[in-house]
């Protein structure tokens, strides 16, 4: 029997704390010109944040001022520390999906949302807590450890490429993953994918996501592993595609 069709598809990893990765992902979309682009993100997760992103905010603002004033940092301060920044940018919606909306809107071309709404409301449930004055007068305190998103993208090729331990990286905590609900998510995101391509039958479609999807020796079948794609198939935001060598 002859092996399937490969996928036309290209999976786009991004480092959430990205700070160029709205500009490098339209760059991408614009280059690339896919007609489908899928979006790591739930129909929830986003009617969540378009619903209540300005209570979100304000609460966010006001306990953000009572942590400063709690561990005597200013509140410039305050928003500059790495454990904030990635706090609002959870609060906010990923940048991989305005830059996938904006290049839509130019183009015509199509937009789907794959990603788990089980998921997003179980990591949203816990937003009330994270976003708490308590919380965040802790995460003030925290030490700055996490990796630049230089070095992740960095530690992200060489894994892809060289199939290195991912449980070796915590820098976004993606990989504390023995929750079965991480395992289901990739799953979800596989099946997802596989239908939104057999709904449009695009000849060119890209996937918007983190980069962790695009590993291939994690705890549990990986996204790219579940669609039986290899890294030829995969692109990292900050230097392109991840050829077989």
Not at 179 to 189: C, G, H, S
């Amino acid at each position: 029997m002859p092996d399937p069709a490969p996928l036309p598809l290209i999976l786009v990893g991004g480092v959430h704390g990205d700070q160029h990765g709205f500009r490098r992902t339209l760059h991408f979309l614009e280059t690339f010109q896919p007609d489908l682009v899928l979006v790591e993100l739930s129909p929830f997760g986003k009617a969540f944040r378009d619903r209540n992103r300005r209570t979100l905010q304000q609460t966010f603002a006001h306990n953000l001022l009572l942590a400063a004033r709690h561990v005597h940092l200013s509140h410039r301060e305050a928003l500059l520390h790495p454990e904030i920044k990635s706090v609002r940018r959870q609060l906010a919606l990923p940048f991989e999906y305005r830059a996938a909306r904006r290049f839509v809107r130019n183009t015509g071309n199509r937009l789907a949302l794959v990603d788990s709404s089980l998921f997003s409301r179980r990591m949203i449930a816990h937003w009330p807590e994270l976003i708490s004055s308590s919380n965040l007068s802790s995460l003030l305190l925290s030490p700055d450890t996490r990796p630049t998103p230089a070095q992740t993208y960095e530690w992200a090729a060489r894994h892809i490429c060289q199939g290195l331990n991912p449980l070796a990286f915590t820098g976004e905590r993606w990989w504390q993953t023995r929750d079965p609900l991480w395992q289901r998510r990739e799953q979800f995101l596989a099946t997802r994918i596989r239908s939104a391509l057999r709904e449009t039958a695009p000849s060119r479609a890209a996937y918007l996501g983190g980069w962790q999807h695009l590993t291939g020796t994690g705890p549990y079948p990986t996204l790219r592993e579940l669609l039986g794609l290899d890294r030829n198939s995969c692109w990292l935001l900050d230097r392109g595609f991840l050829q077989s060598s």
